[in-house]
C-alpha cells in the first residue's frame, strides 16, 4: 500500500510505503520511502499530540525525500496507547518510553534490506526533539545527525551531553519561551552542533515561508551529516 505526502515546492510527489515496525514492546505504523540513491534515513519523532499524519513533518519528508534522503515517519505510539493518554497526555511526555521507540525503531531499520547500509539519523518536533536526542545518546556513533525543529530539547537532561550526532536545533525567533529553553540545552551539548533561529517564526512555523526554511535547513544539514555505512 502506497500513500502520498505533501510537498513544500509543490514538486511531483514520490510514493511512500505503508510498514508495520514490529518492535519488542509494539507493532506501531509507518511510512517509508527511500529514494533511488539514498546514503541515508531520517526516522521522524512526532511531538505531543501529533502523529505520522502531521502535515509539517510530512512536507518536511517530502523535502527531505527530494535531495535524496530516505525517511520513515511512524507512530510512537500504538493506538491504544493514544486512547489512554488522551486524557492527560502523560504518555506523549514520556521521554524515556519515546525515546526506546525511537531506538527500537532504529535497529528495525537496520534490519530492512533497504536500510541496511544507509547513514541514520532523526527528525524530532516538540517532545520528538527531546526523545531524538535522548535516543542518540544511547545509540552514539550508531546514528550521524539529529534535526529538531521547534522543540523541547531540555527534557533529555544529562542525555545532552552523551549526544554524539551533529545536532541542529531549529526554532521560531518569535517563540521566545522555546527559544530560551534551546538555547539552555545548545550549551549542553557536545558534539557537532549549530542553533539556527527562523526570522519571524512562530512555534508552529505556520509564518510565510517558515516551514520551506525549516525543509531548506534540515535538508542540508542531513546530506552533510548522514554518512552512509
Given amino acids: 500500500m502506497s500513500t502520498r505526502t505533501p ?29 533511488a540513491g539514498a546514503v541515508g534515513i531520517v526516522l521522524f519523532a512526532h511531538g505531543s499530540g501529533s502523529s505520522r499524519h502531521s502535515l509539517r513533518n510530512q ?8 535531495s535524496g534522503t530516505g525517511t520513515l515517519l511512524f ?45 541514520l539519523g532523526y527528525f524530532g518536533s516538540s517532545t520528538g526533539g527531546a526523545a531524538a536526542l535522548d535516543a542518540a545518546a544511547k545509540l ?5 545527525a539529529v534535526v529538531s525543529r521547534g522543540g523541547r530539547p531540555d527534557l533529555a537532561g544529562e542525555a545532552l551531553a552523551q ?12 517563540d521566545d519561551m522555546v527559544l530560551k529553553l534551546n538555547e539552555e540545552a545548545f550549551e549542553q551539548l557536545r558534539c557537532v552542533k549549530e542553533l539556527a533561529g527562523v526570522p519571524g517564526a512562530t512555534h508552529l512555523f505556520e509564518d510565510p515561508g517558515a516551514l520551506e526554511e525549516v525543509a531548506r535547513l534540515a535538508a542540508v544539514w542531513f546530506r552533510r551529516h548522514l554518512k552512509q555505512r
Fill in 7 to 35: 510537498t513544500v515546492g509543490g514538486q511531483q510527489d514520490l510514493a511512500a510505503r505503508h510498514v508495520h515496525l514490529a518492535l519488542e514492546d509494539a507493532m506501531l505504523q509507518g511510512e517509508w520511502c527511500i529514494p
Fill in 59 to 66: 512536507a518536511v519528508a517530502r523535502a527531505l525525500q527530494e
Fill in 75 to 119: 507512530d510512537l505510539l500504538t493506538r491504544g496507547e493514544e486512547a489512554e493518554g488522551t486524557h492527560d497526555g502523560h504518555l506523549r511526555f514520556d521521554i524515556g518510553l519515546l525515546a526506546r521507540r525511537l531506538v527500537s525503531a532504529t535497529k528495525w531499520v537496520a534490519r530492512q534490506p533497504e536500510g541496511v547500509n544507509l547513514g
Fill in 140 to 144: 552514539g556513533s550508531v546514528v550521524d
Fill in 163 to 174: 549526544v554524539e550526532a551533529s545536532t541542529l536545533l531549529i526554532v521560531g525567533e518569535r
